[in-house]
């Protein structure tokens, strides 16, 4: 059975910084590429950061770019996200996905809040 499990959520100031990590189990990690979407209250899905499973080529949203990073640890089986310099508009429950051609997998999500 295939979990993904992410954690590292949390309230911060504006300004402040997170690492959401996301640990999957019942698949081959080192195949699939990684993604972090996240999902702003009252909005859509959207796709924040992606990083494939050949060379650890990364994409980003534009808006944070600059701001966050995406990382695998294939040893560890976990994809993390850094997040920096963090805006109100960055409050969004977060997702990882793992794909592989047309298999998906998601996590259930970890709330990220930005407020002073």
């Known amino acids: 059975q295939v979990q993904l499990v992410e954690s590292g959520g949390g309230s911060v100031q504006p300004g402040g910084s997170l690492r959401l990590s996301c640990t999957a189990s019942?698949?081959?990690?080192?195949?699939?590429?990684m993604q972090w979407y996240r999902r702003p209250p009252g909005k859509e899905l959207v796709l924040v950061a992606s990083?494939?499973?050949?060379?650890?080529?990364?994409d980003y949203l534009d808006s944070v770019k600059g701001r966050f990073t995406i990382s695998r640890d294939n040893a560890k089986n976990t994809v993390y996200l850094q997040m920096h310099s963090l805006k109100p508009e960055d409050a969004a429950v977060y997702y990882c996905k793992a794909h592989r051609g047309m298999t998906e997998y998601w996590g259930r999500g970890t709330q990220v809040t930005v407020s002073s």
């Open positions: 990083i494939n499973n050949n060379f650890g080529t990364t």
């Open positions: 019942g698949l081959t990690f080192s195949s699939y590429a």
